[in-house]
């Protein structure tokens, strides 16, 4: 069983930038492929990023480049999403979720096994 906690997120003027963390425990949950999703108010659960268990493989959507950067600490069971120039539309609540390591990163949420509680984002116009 792993557990995924969220960090790191706020109320933040748009253009400013925020860094959030997903701390993972339990099992080995440094091996696992984590993924980054959200999800606005009225809207669909959207994926954002996903990084590999070694952090050599990331995957992203075309609409989430440029702003949205996934990274990992292994030694410390920690995912970053670092997103910079945030938009207003950038509000909504995140997600990070782990799936087993031998499948890489994807978009497909239904593949993700562990579910955080999430960190609300609220971009301020």
């Known amino acids: 069983q792993v557990q995924l906690v969220e960090s790191g997120g706020g109320l933040v003027q748009a253009g400013g930038s925020l860094r959030l963390s997903c701390a993972a425990s339990?099992?080995?949950?440094?091996?696992?492929?984590m993924g980054w999703f959200r999800q606005a108010p009225g809207k669909e659960r959207e994926f954002v990023a996903a990084i590999g268990w070694s952090g050599e493989r990331t995957y992203s959507p075309d609409s989430m480049k440029g702003r949205f950067t996934i990274s990992r600490d292994n030694a410390k069971n920690t995912v970053h999403l670092q997103i910079d120039s945030l938009k207003p539309e950038d509000t909504a609540v995140y997600y990070c979720a782990a799936r087993p390591p031998q499948y890489g990163p994807t978009s497909r949420s239904y593949t993700y096994d562990y579910w955080g509680q999430g960190t609300q984002v609220t971009v301020s116009a």
């Open positions: 339990g099992g080995t949950s440094s091996l696992y492929t």
